[in-house]
Every structure is written in C-alpha cells, then in structure tokens.
C-alpha cells in the first residue's frame, strides 16, 4: 500500500516539474499557469469508447495527467497517438507512459499527421491546446479538420480557460456543447464538445 502511494506521488512529482520545466522554456505553447487537474482530465476522457476497435488523438498532452486519465478509462497505449509541441515534455511523457504514441510535431498538422499514419477515423480527439492563444480564425480551421477525422457523431473535446467556446458556434458545420466546469481546476476550466453537423 505504501509503495502504491509512493508511486502516484512520484508519477505527480514528475509530471509537475516536467509542466513547469515546459512552461519556463515556452509559455505560450504551454498556455496555462498550472497544470489541468486529474477531474478535469477524467472529465474529458469519459466521452471515448475504449472498445470501439478505433484510435484515440490526444493534442497537447503536456506533463502527461490527460494521457494518464485516458489510459485509466481503458484505452490501451498502442491505441493512443499523442501530439506534442513541446519537445520538453517528451522525453518524461515517453518514461511515464511507455506503448503510447507520442509525436513531435504541431496539432495544426493534423491532418497530414493522420495521413501519414494512415488513421481515416478516431474514436474521440481530446485537446488541451491552449487554443486561446491563437487568432479565431486558426482555431474554427483546427476543428474543422478535426471533424473530419472523426467517426460521425463522435466529439472533439476541447478545455478552456474562456467563458466560451474557444472556437465559436457554426450551427451550419458544427454543433458545441459544455461538458463540464470544474471550479477545483486552477483557473477554473470549462470542457467543451464538438460535433460535426449532420
């Protein structure tokens, strides 16, 4: 039981450092002050079917608590590709959480990424790119090119720092829901949903 809990401090320990490691080398690619709380994480990853015989995309896994949240909910790590910008965080990520697809690169190369793995379709994207940081019209082209590599009906989810979607509502190409507010998260992070209009 001790060596348990010593375990998960240590796992807490390391992703810390790794995030604040990250943040002093380039803060706006990291885009937060601390890092996404574990109920945050688990939030996001309980929309994804673990079972669905489809991949799981992962954008900006930083210091690594999404990508632990989603292998708890039962994703195996072969199945999880997992971009990051950040060349810091890779080599703790990769430590961390060894069988997961990690890759350097940028999210908004999505779609050659995705080409060049040959994946048509994942399960669920779940993002914690600081998305804010970029000019709208940035953002509403990442979640177009999202949508399209996704299973129909399956949802981009998407944390933010913002009162509002971080990509605003096009009803004519997607539809976006709040998920979840966690108040525990530091600042308070609201999780939003897209889905591609049918």
Same mark, same amino acid.
């Given at each position: 039981?001790?060596?348990?809990?010593?375990? %998960?401090? #240590?796992?807490?320990? #390391?992703? %810390?450092?790794?995030?604040?490691?990250?943040?002093?080398?380039?803060?706006?690619?990291?885009?937060?002050?601390?890092?996404?709380?574990?109920?945050?994480? %688990?939030?996001?990853?309980?929309?994804?079917?673990?079972? &669905?015989?489809?991949?799981?995309?992962?954008?900006?896994? #930083?210091?690594?608590?999404?990508?632990?949240?989603?292998?708890?909910? #039962?994703?195996?790590?072969?199945?999880?590709?997992?971009?990051?910008?950040?060349?810091?965080?890779?080599?703790?990520?990769?430590?961390?959480?060894?069988?997961?697809?990690?890759?350097?690169?940028?999210?908004?190369?999505?779609?050659?990424?995705?080409?060049?793995?040959?994946?048509?379709?994942?399960?669920?994207?779940?993002?914690?790119?600081?998305?804010?940081?970029?000019?709208?019209?940035?953002?509403? +082209?990442?979640?177009?090119?999202?949508?399209?590599?996704?299973?129909?009906?399956?949802?981009?989810?998407?944390?933010?720092?913002?009162?509002?979607?971080?990509?605003?509502?096009?009803?004519?190409?997607?539809?976006?829901?709040?998920?979840?507010?966690?108040? +525990?998260?530091?600042?308070?992070?609201?999780?939003?949903?897209?889905?591609?209009? &049918?």
């Amino acid at each position: 039981m001790q060596t348990k809990i010593n375990n %998960r401090f #240590g796992l807490r320990l #390391g992703e %810390r450092l790794e995030f604040y490691k990250g943040w002093l080398a380039n803060p706006k690619a990291v885009g937060a002050i601390t890092p996404t709380s574990l109920t945050t994480a %688990r939030i996001m990853a309980s929309v994804i079917r673990p079972d &669905s015989g489809l991949k799981v995309l992962e954008l900006g896994p #930083g210091n690594g608590v999404t990508t632990r949240a989603i292998l708890e909910h #039962g994703v195996r790590p072969a199945d999880l590709y997992s971009i990051e910008f950040t060349e810091s965080f890779l080599p703790g990520l990769r430590l961390r959480y060894p069988g997961v697809n990690f890759i350097h690169n940028d999210a908004f190369n999505i779609s050659q990424i995705s080409a060049d793995l040959e994946i048509d379709k994942y399960d669920a994207v779940i993002s914690a790119l600081p998305l804010l940081n970029f000019p709208v019209a940035q953002r509403i +082209r990442l979640v177009d090119m999202i949508l399209e590599l996704l299973e129909p009906g399956r949802p981009l989810v998407q944390f933010s720092y913002g009162l509002s979607p971080p990509a605003p509502t096009r009803p004519e190409k997607y539809t976006v829901k709040r998920l979840g507010t966690v108040l +525990r998260n530091l600042p308070p992070a609201r999780i939003w949903t897209y889905q591609k209009a &049918s």
